[in-house]
């Protein structure tokens, strides 16, 4: 089965700027995870999906991070103002029954 | 809170110089235990999912055991292609939320 995609790969922004990331799931995966991973650290949970709606959104920095995933299969994650401790790897995920959790190969943020 | 704890933080072996992977782990209610490899500028891959205590899993060089307090991931006659971080999860318990809490990694260098 094809893999988790996401875009850009890497994004250079100044602070306080915004920015948008992208992620398509394998097709069928009912749940999406939206994942921070910082330089040197494991990756944390920001976000859940379970189709179109919230599951888990308790470590989403809601005054700046918001996420959407419409109709239940793509979802964008975007950071309003971006400050530079958001620089960062984020990596998208989904999974299914069968076959478990698959991530992407990230988006890589820099913020100046 | 679950919390995840790997050691050592790196480690440098020779090729054919077997050791292990130490994961302890604190969570109310386990309901997997995820091993993931991660290349440098790749989302983890998965490995090994183990669920109850005395379980073990293999594959190639790699074995995944777990007791009710941590997980060990042995590598057996390593290669250097098997240098890589290698990651430790567990599942969320709650409910339809089922993230994982990631420990930092083990760095490990495999060298000819």
């Known amino acids: 089965e094809a893999g988790v995609a996401q875009s850009p790969r890497y994004k250079i922004i100044e602070k306080r700027q915004s920015v948008a990331f992208w992620c398509n799931p394998i097709?069928?995966?009912?749940?999406l995870y939206w994942y921070q991973q910082i330089l040197g650290q494991g990756p944390k949970l920001l976000i859940q999906f379970q189709n179109n709606g919230v599951v888990d959104d308790s470590q989403l920095p809601k005054d700046r991070f918001s996420a959407e995933r419409l109709k239940g299969v793509d979802s964008t994650l975007k950071i309003q103002p971006a400050k530079l401790e958001d620089s960062a790897v984020y990596l998208c995920?989904?999974?299914?029954?069968?076959?478990?959790?698959?991530f992407g190969s990230g988006t890589r943020l820099t913020v100046v | 809170e679950d919390q995840v704890t790997q050691s050592p933080e790196a480690l440098r072996l020779q090729e054919g110089e077997s050791s292990s992977l130490n994961c302890s782990y604190t969570v109310s209610g386990l309901r997997g235990l995820f091993w993931y490899r991660q290349d440098p500028g790749k989302g983890p891959e998965f490995l090994f999912t183990l669920y109850s205590a005395g379980e073990e899993k293999e594959k190639e060089r790699l074995k995944a055991t777990l007791t009710k307090k941590e997980s060990f991931l042995h590598i057996t006659a390593p290669k250097p292609e098997d240098s890589a971080t290698y990651l430790c999860?567990?599942?969320?318990?709650?409910?339809?939320?089922?993230?994982?809490?990631f420990g930092k990694g083990t760095h490990l260098i495999i060298q000819p």
């Open positions: 097709s069928g995966h009912a749940t």
């Open positions: 999860a567990v599942q969320h318990p709650g409910g339809g939320a089922d993230g994982l809490t």
């Open positions: 995920a989904s999974s299914s029954a069968a076959y478990g959790y698959t």
